[in-house]
């Protein structure tokens, strides 16, 4: 499985960004896929995942009510929608997937067996 992460960009606080994330391989083999985040100096952290069957659909409290994670999986397209962009958000941004189907959301890191290239986003204040 190969993952492109796109859509990422300078924008002021506030502005919103629409990251995109597109699948190709033995997709077959997807399940969970989540976007993570490194900061400059900052460990990789946790942003916000989607289910296989979008049962379920986690947030990092500092994005939630503000991002919104969806995912097509005819297209094999994931997309982050976030909003109310805060300088603190400025980060790498990387897709990732798991293999196998599973039914709550995942959010370590260690889990994912493939990563996408990482798309920078910038935010000024």
């Known amino acids: 499985v190969q993952l492109q992460a796109s859509g990422g960009g300078l924008v002021q606080a506030g502005d919103s960004l629409r990251l995109s994330c597109a699948a190709s391989?033995?997709?077959?083999?997807?399940?969970?896929v989540a976007w993570f985040r490194r900061a400059p100096g900052k460990e990789r952290e946790f942003v916000a995942g989607i289910t296989w069957s979008m049962s379920d659909k986690s947030y990092k409290d500092s994005v939630m009510g503000r991002s919104t994670i969806s995912r097509d999986n005819v297209k094999k397209i994931m997309i982050l929608q976030m909003n109310d962009l805060r300088p603190e958000d400025t980060a790498v941004y990387y897709c990732?997937?798991?293999?196998?189907?599973?039914?709550?959301?995942?959010?370590?890191?260690?889990?994912?067996?493939?990563w996408g290239q990482g798309t920078q986003v910038t935010v000024s204040s």
């Open positions: 391989g033995r997709t077959i083999q997807m399940g969970t």
């Open positions: 990732a997937a798991i293999r196998g189907i599973d039914s709550v959301v995942n959010e370590a890191a260690a889990a994912y067996s493939w």
